[in-house]
């Protein structure tokens, strides 16, 4: 399975997910590279995260967006948006995005 990419040369090219080097393979400078940016543990703590944050929500959904319109494939009952725009949330219901009572700042 690949994932096809455009470069600023409008030329594509196809990244196979699957043919990937780890962490663990590359050389040491790299490794040290990124290892002043982020370290293996940080990573695998977002990772754990993320997993945890799953559970708790299950498969709703929440963005924060200027732009409804660029959610793709909302799900009725199961989106909640909060619009940077204009500072309304938002939840897709009946198939469209109905403006929710309460307010934040």
């Given amino acids: 399975m690949g994932i096809a990419i455009m470069n ?15 962490y663990y393979e590359l ?5 040290a590279l990124i290892d002043a940016k982020a370290t293996i543990l940080n990573l695998n703590a977002v990772t754990n995260r993320v997993t945890n944050l ?28 909060i619009n940077t725009a204009n500072h309304v949330q938002y939840s897709y219901q009946n198939n469209g995005w109905v403006p929710m009572g309460g307010a934040y700042s």
């Fill in 27 to 31: 050389a040491p400078s790299l490794q």
């Fill in 54 to 81: 799953e559970k708790l929500i299950g498969d709703n959904r929440i963005s924060i967006t200027d732009n409804l319109g660029g959610i793709a494939n909302p799900i009725n009952s199961k989106e909640l948006a």
């Fill in 8 to 22: 600023s040369d409008n030329v594509t090219k196809v990244f196979n997910q699957e043919n990937k080097i780890t």
